[in-house]
């Protein structure tokens, strides 16, 4: 069976569509934490959707980069849900989330230190190894840059996919957010990039605020970030392709015809004289 | 600056939002931390004001977004899901409003509703069922998607008043407590109130209780006639609202 290649990031509004009749989608994608839970409907709709869609585990919550280390319970639900589910890619955030007892609930930005990639790399095996699967880790967008970072972003992914075999899951509008905010060149990240481990790309929009690009998944995808699209599909054809949009949600027929427009880029990508 | 310091000083700025924390944060470019400040607050502030929409109504915009503001002050969040988050409001609440105990009431239906929602599954005993069962033998459970409040005023007059966008009552206070049955039955959340009597039978078998048992506790409280009567009639309800889960021994 060939891998999924277009799907979208399934959330309440669309609940209804997805349980009325199948949609054009090859998978959805889920936030893990809103299903880490002991029961009830969310949960019930989840194993719905599975006998229809094979799905990807996203989570928000590992909190990788965390100085001392990962939660064990909530490995455990984590693993009881991949159990249950059996997704086809389970992913989190370069970040950390918390330090402690106090969680931030937001994806912090680390510095891209030797201290951070060993961090990184225990919890990353550690997650691995708890979950008996590969993770993909995916970059994100910041907003502020560390005085001691001695190491870009995507040499820092890169030795990461070296030291724990995880893959990446490459979302190329955080890199144009990223890039935008630290004055780096996207087209120089992406020629960092390790893409024989990238497995997924995400798509998403952003939104100005002041001198900052903000990423806040309210706004459709942009012309910036399909045309990064375009040189990824070319590094990664066999990617799995799909659209966050998590505020402004719009119908479902509109993150249809963005999802559209991803696969004619891939089609021009796989076949540039048709 | 090692990393488990700098994530240390980094939390404590962004719970306390001072400059001078902010200032010994070792950043190359400091343009964008407003934005995670925004962040947190941001999704704490709408964590409460979902978790809690009728309490929000309740106490009007200004009031509940100064209660969240203080919440967030006093309490930063620890779990691993942000829903976590709404279960230490109510207390919040309640310090806050020592003199309207509805507004604390108010937030700990919404929670219990919040909690009932997501608790684990069960598979309630039915109607038709109750012929088959060992009743000698069994061992009744109320299912974990089930909570009772003690309430001391109308709270859950004015949740449904104001869920149905119906006008609310006027706070009354009872002289004793009034316990609020909340639970969930295919996949749907409800509410009704109770008497202490029947709220003291369902908490005994929150961890299990042989049926023979419930009905000798009932016979020593109300004498043979009358207990049987109370046991057979809340057990009939308690079925039909998929309350009890059944195990045999």
């Known amino acids: ?274 | 600056m090692r990393l488990t310091d700098l994530q240390r000083d980094f939390l404590g700025w962004l719970a306390s939002g001072d400059d001078e924390a902010a200032a010994r944060l070792p950043l190359a470019d400091p343009r964008g931390l407003r934005v995670y400040q925004n962040n947190y607050r941001g999704a704490l502030m709408a964590c409460l004001a979902e978790s809690f929409p009728q309490t929000l109504l309740w106490l009007g915009e200004a009031a509940f977004e100064g209660a969240a503001a203080r919440h967030i002050d006093r309490v930063p969040p620890s779990s691993w899901t942000l829903d976590d988050y709404a279960r230490d409001f109510p207390e919040s609440l309640c310090e806050d409003y020592p003199y309207d105990q509805e507004v604390g009431e108010l937030a700990r239906i919404e929670l219990a509703l919040s909690q009932t929602f997501i608790a684990a599954d069960a598979r309630p005993l039915q109607l038709d069922q109750m012929a088959h069962v060992d009743w000698d033998r069994a061992i009744l459970q109320t299912i974990p998607a089930l909570v009772i409040l003690p309430l001391q005023t109308n709270a859950a007059d004015i949740w449904i008043a104001l869920a149905e966008d119906l006008p609310p009552p006027a706070t009354q206070w009872a002289k004793a407590q009034s316990p609020l049955l909340v639970w969930r039955l295919d996949a749907l959340c409800r509410l009704r109130s109770i008497d202490a009597d029947e709220a003291a039978m369902l908490a005994c078998m929150a961890d299990g209780v042989p049926f023979a048992d419930l009905c000798a506790t009932a016979i020593a409280q109300w004498g043979e006639e009358e207990g049987l009567t109370r046991t057979g009639q809340g057990l009939s309800r308690w079925v039909g609202d998929g309350l009890i889960t059944v195990l045999e021994q």
């Not at chain 1, 990788?64 to 639900?77: M, Q």
């Not at chain 1, 990064?228 to 070319?234: N, P, T």
């Open chain 1, 1 to 274: 069976m060939p891998a999924p290649r277009f799907g979208l990031g399934l959330r309440k509004p669309h609940y209804a569509d997805f349980l009325a009749s199948p949609q054009p989608v090859d998978f959805i994608e889920v936030i893990s934490e809103n299903f880490m839970i002991p029961g009830g409907r969310p949960r019930e709709i989840l194993r719905h959707m599975r006998e229809t869609y094979p799905v990807a585990l996203h989570g928000v919550s590992m909190s990788v980069g965390s100085a001392d280390g990962l939660r064990g319970d909530y490995l455990a639900r984590l693993r009881a849900l991949v159990e249950e589910i059996d997704p086809f890619i389970i992913s989190d955030h370069l970040c950390w989330t918390r330090h402690g007892a106090h969680n931030s609930h937001d994806l912090l930005p680390l510095p891209y230190t030797d201290e951070a990639l060993d961090v990184v790399c225990a919890n990353v095996a550690r997650a691995q190894d708890a979950l008996g699967r590969k993770m993909l880790i995916e970059n994100p967008s910041s907003y502020i840059a560390f005085a001691d970072s001695d190491m870009s972003e995507w040499d820092f992914l890169t030795r990461l996919t070296e030291r724990t075999g995880c893959g990446l899951l490459l979302d190329v509008n955080n890199i144009h957010v990223s890039a935008t905010n630290h004055g780096f060149s996207s087209a120089a990240y992406l020629a960092g990039v390790p893409f024989d481990h990238v497995e997924q790309i995400h798509l998403a929009g952003h939104t100005r605020s002041d001198d900052l690009l903000i990423d806040t998944h309210d706004q459709p995808v942009p012309d910036p970030v399909w045309a990064l699209l375009r040189v990824a599909l070319a590094r990664a054809p066999g990617a799995a392709v799909m659209i966050e949009r998590d505020d402004a949600i719009p119908p479902l027929p509109d993150l249809l015809a963005e999802l559209t427009i991803a696969r004619a880029i891939a089609s021009e990508v796989a076949c540039p004289c048709a």
